[in-house]
């Protein structure tokens, strides 16, 4: 795929990894739609693509609604007239123990709140952007790419039943619509990131750092934009489709 003049909608587009996505893209000369639920972060994305030439919008979404999402790539199609690439990022985490016990007693568990919070964001949000998107490529008869962000953690991380069980959700729907999407032009593909320097882990104490690091053959964190570096790969390489990249510096080997 040439990206020049292409559609590229980003969740979670405001900050971190989307924000580098979407730049990556933008720096190709693609349209970008900035999708997010904070709206400084939208606007500070969006500002800053526009300084360097790029065609942006914004909305603020919650990729958990189906109404916000129908609305918002409804509101991307009206705006450009297309949509070449829906790069699935937004996520969160609620971290917890399955059971947690101390001293041999049971002192917590994971809560069906957050279970369902993380479900909700991390993979039912990832199933409704890609179906709204692939439903609007198939309608436009251009194809597509649906990239998903989802994380070595899928593999399975201590304390992360909720987000582990999301992220390898979000690998197994790429294979699908691999597979049913095919025909109509759409490629798929999912990356999976180690420990990146997002705001959250630049925070983190030298200590900190250091212990995240060690097991990581690399010896340091991922960029944001190297993780951009694989989504602009799975669009513009025709013959991708499916496949998970690890982006995490070996971590996983």
Same mark, same amino acid.
């Given at each position: =795929? ?53 065609? $942006?919008?914004?909305? &603020? ?7 916000? $999402? ?10 450009f007239?297309?949509?070449?690439? =829906? ?16 001293? /041999?007693? &049971? ?24 179906r ?25 991380n ?5 987000y ?29 990131? /180690?420990?990146?320097?997002?705001? &959250? ?14 097991p ?31 982006v ?6």
């Amino acid at each position: =795929m040439q990206l020049k003049d292409k559609v590229v909608a980003v969740t979670g587009g405001g900050r971190g990894i989307g924000r580098a996505i979407a730049t990556a893209f933008a720096a190709r000369g693609a349209n970008i739609a900035l999708l997010d639920l904070n709206p400084s972060d939208l606007e500070t994305t969006r500002v800053e693509l526009e300084a360097g030439g790029a065609r $942006v919008t914004t909305g &603020i979404v919650n990729v958990a609604s189906e109404e916000q $999402v129908v609305d918002a790539l409804d509101g991307v199609v009206a705006t450009f007239g297309r949509l070449d690439v =829906m790069v699935n990022n937004a996520g969160i985490t609620k971290d917890a123990l399955l059971v947690k016990v101390k001293d /041999g007693a &049971i002192v917590g568990k994971m809560s069906l709140a957050q279970w369902q919070a993380v479900i909700d964001v991390d993979l039912t949000g990832v199933f409704l952007c890609a179906r709204e998107a692939a439903e609007r490529m198939i309608r436009l008869g251009n194809g597509g790419a649906i990239i998903n962000i989802s994380s070595i953690s899928r593999a399975g991380n201590h304390g992360q039943t909720n987000y582990s069980a999301a992220k390898a959700g979000v690998a197994a729907m790429t294979v699908v619509w691999a597979k049913e999407l095919a025909r109509y032009g759409i490629r798929t593909g999912s990356i999976a990131p /180690g420990f990146t320097r997002t705001e &959250i882990l630049s925070a983190m104490t030298p200590e900190t750092l250091e212990k995240v690091t060690a097991p990581v053959p690399l010896k340091r964190l991922g960029l944001p934009e190297e993780v951009a570096h694989a989504a602009v790969f799975i669009a513009e390489n025709d013959f991708f489709t499916g496949r998970c990249l690890d982006v995490d510096g070996g971590l996983r080997l």
